[in-house]
């Protein structure tokens, strides 16, 4: 509804496994985000791209792997995650990197 | 260093009265803000925003909200509350130093219940 779809939206992973979350835009931006929404925090940025390119890294764990392979998808690659990695993961998109930002639904992660 | 503050974390007001939901920014430079809002198991809407043109800004919903410069405040309004607004609140800033990388910083949230 918002233009910004990310799946899965609910995603239960152990310690050692690999998995990724997707987001893709319908927009026609050409810069992506990923926050981290965990509880009583304020959202976190994690990752922004521009043209396909990352431009902030937000000293983010190495755990954590972003992909931007065009301006309509990013991924998050996750591996070796820890249980304090649990939380809501948004991903947004922009058009340039000066206006408001549409965010997508959220994946759900839950590290068990 | 830039920030936002929301100084309420919960809000209740009944049906059909007046919102407000409070928050101060800390900023060196000229700042855009934002209000989002939401919703339980939903992603963040866009409410309203300011980027330098009218001090009131008229957002979504019946929404507005007022940049103050002299009082670093941004507070969000509305005329008559409505039990589709109960959701979670968020300020947010993003500095002219920020606007090269796009980065927005939230504030906690607030939120706001409606009574019947």
């Known amino acids: 509804e918002t233009g910004v779809t990310q799946t899965p939206r609910h995603l239960v992973m152990g310690m050692t496994n690999k998995k990724s979350l997707k987001c893709e835009q319908h927009?026609?931006?050409?810069?992506m985000y990923w926050y981290k929404q965990s509880a009583k925090k304020p959202l976190e940025l994690m990752f922004v791209y521009s043209l396909e390119e990352r431009v902030e890294n937000n000293s983010v764990p190495s755990r954590f792997s972003p992909e931007c392979p065009n301006s309509s998808h990013l991924f998050l690659h996750l591996h070796t995650l820890q249980p304090e990695d649990s939380a809501l993961y948004l991903c947004a998109s922009s058009h340039g990197m000066n206006t408001e930002a549409f965010f997508g639904q959220g994946t759900r992660l839950t590290v068990v | 260093a830039q920030s936002v503050t929301q100084l309420d974390s919960h809000v209740s007001v009944s049906e059909g009265t007046p919102v407000l939901l409070r928050c101060n920014y800390s900023?060196?430079?000229?700042?855009?803000l934002f209000w989002y809002v939401q919703h339980p198991n939903k992603g963040l809407q866009l409410l309203l925003k300011y980027t330098s043109a009218a001090t009131l800004v008229k957002g979504i919903n019946g929404f507005e909200a007022e940049f103050k410069k002299s009082e670093t405040s941004f507070h969000l309004t509305k005329p008559s509350a409505h039990m589709s607004d109960a959701a979670e609140y968020f300020c947010v800033v993003r500095t002219l130093q920020d606007s090269n990388t796009g980065k927005l910083i939230f504030g906690q949230g607030t939120t706001l219940q409606v009574k019947p």
């Open positions: 927009l026609g931006h050409n810069a």
């Open positions: 900023s060196s430079y000229s700042p855009s």
